[in-house]
């Protein structure tokens, strides 16, 4: 047993951000003093980022879409009127930004294997990276709007577990380059000789594949933690195949302690059969944290953040192809689609056939529900977090946004300092660590030898690609 599992663990925590007004907390960017509205000001994000920073926070966690929410009422016109998740900037521009003004605080960034080629992505974040001095990592998703597919050309989404295995193959092509195209002492700088990099240690990649085709060399060179730190969320089969051969932090869900526990497990297993070891992956949950310093004011902020939130924008978010509030509340959902037409597409990710309009409503509704929802004085939100690292096994969380900036202004005055007093939370930054080590530990600022990409760290890799992770998935889009 590592002595990870034998310390108590300390809390990790990413303030969870989206480069728009609405990202999960829908109408909350009227309430008096939230900065949401800000979303487009370079300088809100330094304040996010200096702010995290004083926090002793891991990162800025920025989500990302390359589409609308276009399935409810009148389509994209409705999530326009009530900002979900549109205007939205990209997200890796906003890192240099925040990197500028800050020294420790790392930065995940959402990009999306499924549209854009990878050559170009790899470059991109080997800059982030270089910039930061390693202090960036990649949320690895595929998309799943209707609207990105059609953005990028395409008349409707790729089939599911098919882009997991485009997903396989974009990744396996970045860690040639991030990996194997340079190797660590390729730039020599030697003035004397007029050589800034030794072409010997620089090879291209040749990469030639089912999806793409990469010749390389990389454009960057190696930089502190060469791939950067892979996040990934997961539900499906396919997802937790590919999350326990490459992920590194994983965002797990689950209603009760024993499904996350359940998840929790499952991953592992599937990660040591890759070669992997328990401890490789961390688990993050998306929490909900509203405090104040009595139990009266926590409950008060609670109430005021109710008023404002949109159930329109909650039915927009949900891709809710009918407008469930002009049903009976007893009537099922599988009922009203039927009457509707409606294929049980999109709703599916959120609600059950057997599910009541009422408790559909009631779901998206409320945003205080929920294993990782706390809302009461510091010590009572201390508790509960100790039983999610204890009892549900987790290590750390994605902290919703109610409010920009309060939320995080109260989790770190009020909450951080009782964490801190249990043992639970840093107290402050290891000198010059990257993302990766803050995580792992000292010593760890690039992927562990039994990783997947660690196989290109020697060239004739290179030529022997890492076998397919979904074989039968191919073999049956082949026949």
């Known amino acids: 047993m590592s002595s990870y599992e034998t310390a108590p663990r300390q809390l990790h925590v990413n303030l969870f951000e989206m480069a728009c007004v609405g990202h999960i907390v829908h109408g909350m960017w009227r309430a008096p003093g939230n900065n949401r509205h800000r979303f487009s000001e370079l300088s809100y994000w330094t304040e996010v980022a200096q702010l995290a920073e004083r926090g002793l926070f891991d990162a800025v966690f920025l989500a990302d879409v390359v589409g609308t929410y276009d399935r409810f009422g009148d389509g994209t016109a409705a999530a326009l009127r009530q900002a979900v998740q549109i205007p939205n900037l990209d997200p890796l521009m906003l890192v240099p930004a925040m990197a500028a003004v800050t020294k420790h605080v790392g930065f995940g960034v959402t990009f999306s294997t499924t549209y854009e080629p990878p050559f170009a992505f790899a470059r991109r974040m080997a800059t982030l990276d270089v910039l930061t001095n390693g202090r960036v990592g990649w ?15 395409l008349e409707d989404e790729i089939p599911h577990d098919e882009r997991y295995v485009i997903a396989d193959e974009y990744i396996d092509v970045l860690y040639k380059l991030w990996e194997g195209s340079w190797d660590d002492d390729a730039v020599v700088a030697d003035r004397a000789a007029g050589i800034f990099t030794d072409p010997a240690r620089v090879r291209a990649i040749d990469h030639h594949g089912a999806h793409f085709k990469v010749a390389g060399p990389h454009l960057v060179q190696p930089t ?19 999350a326990a051969r490459h992920a590194e932090v994983v965002f797990i869900g689950g209603q009760t302690t024993e499904d996350v526990r359940r998840n929790i497990a499952a991953t592992r297993r599937r990660a040591q059969a890759f070669g992997r070891r328990p401890d490789d992956i961390r688990f993050i949950v998306q929490a909900g944290i509203i405090t104040g310093p009595t139990e009266q004011a926590a409950q008060e902020k609670l109430k005021a953040y109710r008023a404002f939130y949109s159930l329109e924008g909650a039915l927009i978010h949900a891709q809710s192809e009918v407008d469930l509030r002009r049903y009976d509340p007893n009537d099922t959902i ?17 609600f059950r056939p057997e599910q009541t309009v009422g408790s559909a409503l009631e779901q998206i509704g ?4 929920g294993r990782y929802f706390i809302a009461g004085a510091p010590g009572r939100v201390a508790d509960a977090i100790e039983a999610w690292l204890d009892v549900d096994g987790i290590d750390g969380i994605n902290l919703r946004q109610y409010h920009s900036f309060d939320t995080a202004r109260d989790f770190i005055d009020l909450i951080v300092p009782e964490l801190q007093a249990r043992g639970r939370y840093r107290t402050a930054y290891a000198p010059d660590e990257t993302l990766r080590e803050r995580l792992f530990g000292a010593g760890h600022a690039r992927l562990p030898d039994r990783h997947a990409a660690a196989r290109y760290r020697d060239p004739a890799a290179l030529a022997t690609p890492t076998p397919p992770l979904f074989p039968d998935l191919i073999q049956n889009k082949a026949s």
Do not use: I
């Open 366 to 369: 409320r945003f205080d529900e």
């Open 139 to 153: 949320n690895v998703v595929t998309s799943y709007l209707q609207s990105a597919a059609r953005n990028f050309g």
């Open 334 to 350: 599988a009922s009203v689609l039927k009457r509707e037409g409606a294929r049980f597409g999109n709703m599916g990710r959120r």
């Open 224 to 242: 502190r933690q060469r791939t950067p730190v892979l996040f990934q969320a997961t539900g499906s089969a396919a997802g937790l195949e590919y």
